[in-house]
T-cell receptor
Framework: QKEVEQDPGPLSVPEGAIVSLNCTYSNSAFQYFMWYRQYSRKGPELLMYTYSSGNKEDGRFTAQVDKSSKYISLFIRDSQPSDSATYLCAIPDSGGSNYKLTFGKGTLLTVNP | EPEVTQTPSHQVTQMGQEVILRCVPISNHLYFYWYRQILGQKVEFLVSFYNNEISEKSEIFDDQFSVERPDGSNFTLKIRSTKLEDSAMYFC????????????FGPGTRLTVT
């Protein structure tokens, strides 16, 4: 079973829509959950991260973790064309001391004006 | 705002040639990483580096790969004899001590092996 699964989309929404992006993971020991945004041909940019279960809000972005179902979500409110990018979930491996990241495949989001 | 930089942005090389990809991590960061992303695939971990030595490497990081921190600012990835399948985006990342999960990525080097 793959460690982090993410629907690659693509997802196309009109400006102002609420966007829901999701990942599932297999290892119940994971504690931190990250979301990165990647514009075309650029490096991943850290958006936000959450610890364990619950919600975390940052402006128009809300990250949510449900550890019981091993499900993580990123919600974008009032989506803007500038939000068009690939969104990657990533989980740091806390088994060693290096916290290497395991990424989902990314969901390509297009917000249409 | 400090950022990770990488050079070159695009490198074209012939199969069998050696390439060196360069990174300048954020100045107060102590942990360094290389990841790669083959077109259309996931970002994959290659290697982590701390205290002037490799701390972890993936199965991808075989004897053809090496990393080095030749001075106080640069962090390099060398591929000794490139193969066609090494064509990918290579990302350098860094994090500071204590900010356990916050890795910051550079813009990447696109490596094309012909």
């Amino acid at each position: 079973q793959k460690e982090v699964e993410q629907d690659p989309g693509p997802l196309s929404v009109p400006e102002g829509a609420i966007v829901s992006l999701n990942c599932t993971y297999s290892n119940s020991a994971f504690q931190y959950f990250m979301w990165y945004r990647q514009y075309s041909r650029k490096g991943p940019e850290l958006l936000m991260y959450t610890y364990s279960s619950g919600n975390k809000e940052d402006g128009r972005f809300t990250a949510q973790v449900d550890k019981s179902s091993k499900y993580i979500s990123l919600f974008i409110r009032d989506s803007q064309p500038s939000d068009s990018a690939t969104y990657l979930c990533a989980i740091p491996d806390s088994g060693g001391s290096n916290y290497k990241l395991t990424f989902g495949k990314g969901t390509l989001l297009t917000v249409n004006p | 705002e400090p950022e990770v930089t990488q050079t070159p942005s695009h490198q074209v090389t012939q199969m069998g040639q050696e390439v060196i990809l360069r990174c300048v991590p954020i100045s107060n960061h102590l942990y360094f990483y290389w990841y790669r992303q083959i077109l259309g695939q996931k970002v994959e971990f290659l290697v982590s580096f701390y205290n002037n030595e490799i701390s972890e490497k993936s199965e991808i990081f075989d004897d053809q790969f090496s990393v080095e921190r030749p001075d106080g600012s640069n962090f390099t990835l060398k591929i000794r004899s490139t193969k066609l399948e090494d064509s990918a985006m290579y990302f350098c990342a860094s994090r500071k001590q204590g900010a356990t999960y916050e890795q910051y990525f550079g813009p990447g080097t696109r490596l094309t092996v012909t």
